[in-house]
């Protein structure tokens, strides 16, 4: 059993023996023990590690047991020439059990009080090497766990790099050749529409002027579903591409893919046609409270396309019927942008994107804690949700060195993300520096 393994470990043990001054004792095998765990990195060397050490040290034939899958203690390990025959019963014990001939000690994570595994001591044991191996076999236990843990790390590790590329490879890649199907779709109803309109005039009596006349109509709804599939196939690649980026594997967190976007155009605009038909749905008025031009900011159109899909996802679950200034009662939604100088601090100059909506205001204890991962304030708990969402908005606007908040005022609650700004031009635009 793993012999190759096994025999250099007990020649560094006997390497560690040879330099003491002393005959071993406990102190000595459990500083060997130590020592040589710090060297050894894998799994395997440290369970033979477990045995040897009372082998060698203290002459106490070991054995250690493992639980497997299914939860059955295994042997994976022995110092005698045979497989022993198991010193318990139907159920391992739940502590230490010292027999004449023998000593059993459950090893155990101290975060889990199960048994994890046996360390079973082939010889009569004195009172010393009793309580000595009672603390050998917890120490044991510990690591062996944080051992186990280590390698299932190291393996959904391996296995996430590697569902990363297959991502990319089955996904990704295939999403691009989409792109130009889209494109050569464009192309053939642009030649239709060419040749429809260079059709002569349809007399009148034409057996087929109902036809002809439907054409330009047919072709134009053709042209409307091909632009609303290719929005909506943009937006799904767009979020496909920025959650699934392999980056964000490798490094342990979301990596920003930085560009100067639009803020109306490219950020906002798509985002609030996609929520559109729900809102309406809904019974919320949307007032579009945007500028007149544009405005450029620094940013993952990807990641924050996704922070405003998820504002304005919350409005369609979470806005209430107010009184409106007509005093009637209303649903309403306001969205837009504006830029400040300061946003961000003295000489911060940020853009600052919201979402108000008609409701009661947010609790009072819970505004500390909104953005708080998997928390979900009291007022919308009757709604389905996770309390992810504006977690996530808050970690994707931090990584841009924005800011988030919330306030309400005027029966409106509203969310905003502000986000730092290029500097602002003389037209009142603004322009991007890398």
Known sequence: MYLPAQQRVRSDIKDRLKRLDRAPDPDAALGIFLDLNLEYDSLRDFKSLCVLIPDECLSAPASLYLRNRKGNLILRRTTLPHEPAPLWADYPPPGPVFRKDAGIFPLRDSSNPDISGLLCLHRPLSGREEEFFSGYARRAGRILALRQT??????????????????????????MQFKLLFSRMEERLRDMEDKVNALAPAKSNAPDLSTRRALPLLLRDLRNQLDTIARRFHQSSLFLESLLRREHFEKGNYHLRLRPCHVGRQLLEPQLERFRPLLRDQGIEIIDSRPAGEVLVEADPGLISQVLANLLANAAKYTQATRTAEGLPGKTLRCGWDFSDSALGKDRPGVRIFVSTSGLPVPPEDIPHLFDARFRSAATRPAEGSGHGLFFVRQIVELHRGRIDYSHADRMNTFSITLPSPLATEEGGLTCSR
Request: proline fraction near 4%.
């Open 150 to 175: 280590e390698l299932e790390n190291r393996q959904r590790l391996t296995f996430i790099n590697t569902l990363m590329r297959d991502i990319g490879h089955n996904i990704i890649v295939p999403n």
